[in-house]
Nanobody, 124 residues
Framework: QVQLVESGGGVVQAGGSLRLSCAAS????????MGWFRQAPGKEREFVAG????????YYADSVKGRFTISRDNAKNSVYLQMNSLKAEDTAVYYC?????????????????WGRGTQVTVSS
């Protein structure tokens, strides 16, 4: 089992920044591909960003490329999402997720473990 706890959400004005954190426990963190997802009211959960086990490769949804940066610190069992130039459409609950895969995954069904989420609200 892997337990994931997100933090860092809040209310920010459009154009502002937030940094989300996700703390993992329970298993060897470096064995997991990590992803950030988000879900807005009335919409399906969608992939935002992913990072490979070593942190050597990252992947982003087109909607956040150039604005969001995913990173991880395996020594601290944590993954982060730096969000800059936030827009109203970025408003959602943000979740981190873990999957013990050696390949890139972006589908929600592929991830085995999920946090409870943290709310991000961008006011325009």
């Amino acid at each position: 089992q892997v337990q994931l706890v997100e933090s860092g959400g809040g209310v920010v004005q459009a154009g502002g920044s937030l940094r989300l954190s996700c703390a993992a426990s329970g298993r060897t963190f470096s064995d997991y591909f990590m992803g950030w997802f988000r879900q807005a009211p009335g919409k399906e959960r969608e992939f935002v960003a992913g990072i490979t086990r070593s942190g050597g490769n990252t992947y982003y949804a087109d909607s956040v490329k150039g604005r969001f940066t995913i990173s991880r610190d395996n020594a601290k069992n944590s993954v982060y999402l730096q969000m800059n130039s936030l827009k109203a459409e970025d408003t959602a609950v943000y979740y981190c997720a873990a999957d013990r895969t050696l390949v890139i995954v972006t589908a929600t069904s592929k991830f085995d473990y999920w946090g409870r989420g943290t709310q991000v609200t961008v006011s325009s």
